[in-house]
């Protein structure tokens, strides 16, 4: 795999997605008590980073072919910090509300950019993997956000060192990106092509020369990269471009980030003891989020991203009628342990499927001329359907109760998995080429097809 310094520098873009994300759900319990938190305050606490990130990713595409991939990361980094440090450190709501929202638009962008820039830097047989790194550190993320929310449980202004110490990545990130090398590609189509066979050659691996020659053969094809927003719409995008949105939509509908940002909340609710049990209960299903999406990782290029999806999804269905059905249990001590063990069976099954697959497959299926705006648009109903939901849920809860909740969750799931069964092409060993004729021709990519010369 191709991981050296490069990509691991460049990754810990997600490891802030995945800290600055998780981190709130041990830093709620806390925050309820100082800021007086009702449910609906309670939501828009946790998704006030979200509504910054759907601003964030709307914008990340055309800034960074703008000002460059290494320029716009390095304003991120510095966001990240700056809005670590403004939400620790809120005398108030509003500017604690205030700080997670320039987070928020740090995630966004670095949400987009990170895959885009380690797509761009990686040699092109290793794209696969480099690209699932990001996943990786998103998952790693946030176990340490759990990790550190357990570790500062019992100590004094708890909740404002669990977000002040995201400035911590955030610095690292931003005097790595000081050494980093600008994306070759991009220079390359500015027509600064000194400048990006030195940054190939700064990045280094094998075989530098052959990857030199490709990128050039590749910009021959470049005035199609000028193509209008409304390419997105005509056939060859079309398609990409609902089965990008749709996924985005089901990975955050199906109630991921529920479990993700309310764990400790959803464990106290079913019996769980303690504030501090239950921030260690949620720490274990971060490290199954991590070991099962080193797994989906070793599978994506043998079992293939469809049957990934689907098996996850189907895994998906079946913890979440377990998990309502634990809460209609009301045996505490048994509905306990229920809900927390299916809780990590279900993040597992989310963590080899949905969750690596559709970041994987936005950087697939839109042709190069609309790549970065297609992935744009999915990377922005992604965002928006996670708060839609993050913001919704406490009030369901509060209304409904969990066991209802879990039940809906259990129900859109089986959505997802018809319109993975029907709609969602393989892609796993195919060229992009290959992927991108036969979407645009609505052609089964079951055989293999050639583009016509
Ligand atoms: C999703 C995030 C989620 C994370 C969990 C990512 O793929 O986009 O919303 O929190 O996976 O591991």
Sequence with gaps: MAINLVTLIASLGGLLFGYDTGVISGALPFMKHDFNLTPTMQGIATGSVLIGATIGAAFAGWISDQFGRRRVILVVALLFVAGALVSATAPA????????????????????????????????????????????????????????????????????????????????????????????RWLAGRGRMDEARAALARRGGADIESEWRELRADLRGAGERTVPWSALFEPRGRRPLVIGVALAIFQQITGINTVIYYAPIIFQSAGLSSASVSILATAGVGLVN??????????????????????????????????????????????????????????????????????????????????????????????????????VFPILTAALGSAPVFLIFAGLSVLALLFTWGAVPE???????????????????????????
């Design 93 to 184: 709501l509003t500017i604690f509300l205030a700080g997670r929202a320039v987070v928020g638009i740090a995630i966004g962008v670095a949400s987009m950019l990170t895959p885009l820039y380690l797509a761009e830097i990686a040699a092109k047989d290793r794209r696969g993997a480099v690209v699932s790194l990001n996943q990786f550190c998103i998952t790693l993320g946030i176990l340490v956000s759990y990790l550190v929310d357990y570790a500062l449980a019992n100590s004094a202004n708890n909740w404002r060192w669990m977000l002040g110490l995201g400035s911590v990545p955030g610095l690292i990130l931003f005097c790595g990106m000081l050494f980093l090398p600008e994306s070759p």
């Design 290 to 391: 991590v070991i099962m999406t080193v797994v989906a990782m070793m599978l994506l290029d043998r079992a293939g991203r469809r049957a990934l999806l689907l098996w996850g999804l189907a895994g998906m269905i079946a913890t979440l009628l377990v998990l309502a059905w634990g809460f209609t249990a009301h045996v505490q001590g048994a509905a306990a342990a229920i809900t927390v063990s299916s809780v990590a069976v279900y993040v597992g099954f989310f963590a080899i499927g949905l969750g690596p697959v559709f970041w994987l497959l936005i950087s697939e299926i839109f042709p190069l001329a609309v790549r970065g705006r297609g992935m744009s648009v999915a990377t922005v109903a992604n965002w928006g359907s996670n708060f839609a939901v993050t913001l």
């Design 427 to 453: 892609t796993k060993g195919r060229s992009l080429e290959e992927i991108e004729v036969a979407l645009a021709g609505g052609a089964s990519l079951g055989a293999k097809q050639r583009r016509v010369a």
